[in-house]
């Protein structure tokens, strides 16, 4: 709501079924509206004249759902926008919805430039649920934040909606962005990848797996990332004599889909499997960016010798926060976090652990469980927020 108040659109932009239509409607309860889904050929055909429509209604908030499904209103809506402002017309004109994060961008960063503002809408956090330490740990990393997953009257029927989700990406919804993708060989990759998160990104071995070239993977993982399915990890480049790794890590964004794609259906299997550790790495470094909406630079710190930092979020005004993660209660840092804490000098280091509750490990170093880290976050932002005011 605030974002309306600031610009005349506003995009919101996740992927499908995370609930940006739901919160859409909220929006319109409290504002006169008018609502087009544009996977509808009747809403479609509505925007024939877009003029006719836009004109009409000009005192309203306009819903554009699945915009790229006419990428062309975007040049239209510069227009409008742009005679709205010599009216005098309100902000909050224009609310626009997407399942691609680049799509969007592509398409409106020279048209709407100036005249839009972006919404990143994620899965559930922490932050949205209400629970126990046992909630969040066992029933929000198991099935990811997806809602219907997270609110699925079993993990059962959580894992079964995920496992449609996927299909349905795979066989329908990847194929409107790009080029067409085999649904077989893009599901071989999604599955690899999941085998593979938090590692580095190793393009010759996916490539050689899959009987494709390296450009062609390169291709299609880029599709995954567009549609905000794969985060690519950027690692850190410091100012360092040291031989500093630049691989991306890789990583799938909801861990309910990692445990989907590795046949992965209660908490007592995921506990068992290889991948626990690296899956709750992910979960913590979703859950922590889902908190900072893009405003902090996200890497990783790793070194040809070992020295290693899981995630580094670098803030606008300078400060570094470094960040290890551990899935057990008790955490145990490695000789080669120290060192990799030598090397960066961050302003503040955390471990999160797979606990609540925090503590200190030494003077500059202090172990924290999620909800305590999401909340220093918060609070660091806030006052980052005030001060700058």
Do not use: C
Request: charged share 25%; glycine share 6%.
């Amino acid at each position: 709501m605030k974002a309306l108040d600031r610009q005349a659109a506003v995009a919101l932009i996740g992927p499908r079924q995370v609930g940006k239509t739901t919160l859409t409607f909220e929006i319109a309860k409290q504002r006169d509206s008018i609502y087009l889904d544009l996977e509808s050929r009747e809403d479609r055909a509505k925007l024939q004249s877009p003029s006719l429509l836009i004109s009409s209604n000009e005192n309203k908030l306009i819903i554009l759902d699945e915009i790229h499904r006419m990428p062309e209103l975007f040049q239209d809506l510069r227009g409008f926008i742009d005679a709205g402002r010599r009216k005098n017309l309100r902000n909050g004109r224009f609310l626009i919805l997407g399942s691609a994060s680049t799509d969007l961008l592509k398409q409106s960063e020279e048209t709407l430039a100036g005249r839009i503002e972006y919404v990143d809408i994620t899965p559930l956090n922490i932050m949205e649920i209400d629970g126990t330490q046992d909630l969040w740990v066992k029933k929000l990393f198991l099935r990811g934040g997806f809602p219907d997953s997270y609110l699925a009257n079993s993990d059962e029927t959580s894992y079964r909606y995920r496992q449609n989700f996927i299909r349905t990406y795979l066989e329908r919804d990847v194929q409107q962005w790009g080029p067409r993708v085999p649904a077989e060989t893009l599901s071989r990759l999604w599955t690899m990848i999941a085998h593979s998160q938090g590692q580095l990104l190793n393009n010759s071995r996916l490539a050689e797996s899959l009987a494709l070239s390296s450009p062609t993977v390169n291709t299609y993982i880029d599709l995954l990332v567009d549609l905000l399915l794969v985060r690519r990890l950027k690692p850190f480049y410091a100012n360092t004599k040291k031989r500093l790794i630049k691989t991306p890590k890789i990583y799938i964004r909801d861990s309910g889909l990692t445990h989907a794609l590795l046949g992965i259906v209660d908490y007592n299997q995921l506990l068992g499997h290889p991948i626990f550790g690296t899956s709750f790495e992910g979960f913590v470094i979703e859950t922590l960016l889902s908190v900072t909406q893009q405003r902090l630079i996200p890497s990783f710190y790793r070194t040809s010798a070992g020295a290693e930092i899981d995630l580094l979020l670098e803030f606008p005004q300078g400060d570094i926060w470094a960040i290890e993660i551990k899935s057990g209660v008790i955490p145990k840092t490695s000789k080669g976090f120290y060192i990799a804490i030598e090397d960066v000098q961050p302003t503040k280091a955390f471990v999160v652990h797979g606990g609540r509750g925090q503590y200190p490990i030494d003077e500059n170093l202090n172990a924290v469980g999620l909800p305590e880290m999401v909340q220093a976050l918060n609070n660091k932002l806030l006052f980052d927020n005030q001060v700058n005011l």
